[in-house]
């Protein structure tokens, strides 16, 4: 998908804890997705290597001791309206107050230690197998979507359970390649899928220093798989130096949004065509 039509739309995928395992494991839909999109096994997230630290500092576009995302989870806050560093969805809601935004997460404290409380936003929290089916009918009934993020849970669940990288493991990041094509078949059935910037990606690996954790900087727990694929992306796009908060910076640029000069977050090389 290179064609130099409007992107309609950014939906970031995320499998969280599943590193650079996903080079390993059996992932038919992922591997079609991306095909002709850009995409790195190398790619680095912050530290320390846990998921509010990660995840914040993806959809914020700064490092956690500025989005400090993590405390408001740990102190069981809302993410304040006011701060400095606001996430994407506040960025986009306050450009663009009509667009219509979501976040379907199994974790719940990225609906609120992470993402603020907007009234333009829907928000879904459930396991895995029930928010997958939730995605789908809410994409097929939303063709007006601007900015949706997804968190799947089992893979990491699966790592402290039996270790990263082990089979079972594995199996758990082939389980989640399935339920990211059953999301894409829904884009596809809505007419949703050309248009569409998608982002797949983790917040962090595991198996450093310890076989059923992560949060060192250990490369196991750093290194991470990120692709992009939809209008206008090249496969060629310089990726080596790509940290998981360029995400933010890549999603605004594809909403036609400018993004702070003092982000942590930068723009890849060459991965819009026309950028």
Same mark, same amino acid.
């Given at each position: 998908?290179?064609?130099? &039509? ?17 080079? =390993?494991?059996? #992932? ?14 190398? !790619?680095? #997230? ?7 630290? *990660? ?10 001791? $500025? ?49 603020? =409380?907007?009234?333009?936003?829907? $928000?879904?929290? !459930? ?18 979507? $601007? ?19 082990? +089979? ?7 389980? !989640? ?6 999301? *894409?078949? +829904? ?13 797949? #990606? ?26 992009? #694929? ?6 060629? &796009? ?9 995400? &933010?910076?890549? !999603? ?13 977050? $930068? ?9």
């Amino acid at each position: 998908m290179t064609s130099a &039509a409007p992107i309609q739309r950014v939906i970031i995928l995320g499998m969280d804890g599943a590193g650079a395992f996903v080079r =390993e494991a059996h #992932t038919p839909h992922i591997d079609k997705l991306l095909a002709g999109g850009a995409q790195t096994d190398r !790619a680095q #997230t912050v530290f320390p290597s846990n998921s509010g630290e *990660c995840w914040g500092s993806l959809l914020h576009g700064v490092r956690p001791e $500025k989005h400090e995302s993590h405390l408001h989870i740990q102190k069981e806050k809302t993410y304040p309206q006011d701060s400095s560093t606001p996430s994407l969805f506040h960025m986009l809601s306050s450009a663009k107050p009509d667009s219509r935004m979501a976040s379907f997460v199994c974790w719940a404290p990225i609906q609120t230690g992470i993402i603020e =409380e907007l009234d333009v936003m829907d $928000k879904c929290q !459930a396991p895995d197998d029930e928010l997958v089916p939730a995605i789908a009918a809410y994409l097929r009934a939303t063709p007006d979507l $601007k900015l949706m993020f997804v968190q799947l849970d089992d893979v990491d669940a699966a790592g402290h359970r039996h270790g990263y990288g082990s +089979a079972e493991y594995l199996q758990a990041i082939s389980h !989640a390649d399935g339920q990211i094509g059953e999301i *894409c078949q +829904a884009l596809r059935e809505a007419n949703m899928l050309e248009d569409s910037l998608l982002i797949v #990606t983790t917040d962090h690996g595991g198996g450093g220093l310890d076989a059923f954790n992560h949060g060192s900087d250990h490369p196991k727990d750093m290194t991470v798989f990120w692709g992009c #694929t939809g209008p206008g992306i090249s496969a060629h &796009a310089d990726l080596s130096s790509l940290n998981i908060m360029d995400t &933010a910076a890549v !999603a605004l640029h594809a909403l036609g949004l400018p993004f702070p000069q003092d982000w942590d977050a $930068k723009l890849p090389d060459g991965l819009f065509i026309q950028a």
